[in-house]
């Protein structure tokens, strides 16, 4: 993520969490991150790459099932 300034840029350690904590603490983590968005793991989503944005992906029972990062 070497485009991204400095920071923390994935949060593996939040799998199998909660996918609204998730974003609440990434979003406290890293405060450029504007905007950790939870959605579907099955879901279609943008692929443009945004410094300030985490996609959180859950499951069925709304824990984080793929590694968070920023993009």
Same mark, same amino acid.
């Given at each position: 993520?070497? &485009? =991204?300034?400095?920071?923390? @840029?994935?949060w593996? &350690?939040?799998?199998? &969490? /909660?996918g /609204? %904590?998730?974003?609440a %603490?990434? &979003?406290q983590? @890293?405060q450029r991150?504007?905007k950790?968005?939870v +959605?579907d793991?099955?879901?279609? $989503?943008?692929? /443009? #790459? *945004? =410094?300030? *944005? $985490?996609w +959180? #992906?859950? @499951? %069925?029972?709304?824990k984080?099932? +793929? +590694?968070?990062k920023?993009?």
């Open positions: 993520m070497s &485009e =991204c300034p400095a920071g923390k @840029n994935s593996p &350690e939040l799998v199998g &969490e /909660d /609204d %904590k998730a974003a %603490k990434i &979003e983590e @890293n991150v504007k950790a968005i +959605v793991e099955s879901a279609i $989503v943008t692929t /443009d #790459f *945004r =410094c300030a *944005r $985490v +959180v #992906f859950v @499951n %069925k029972e709304g984080v099932s +793929v +590694v968070p920023i993009g």
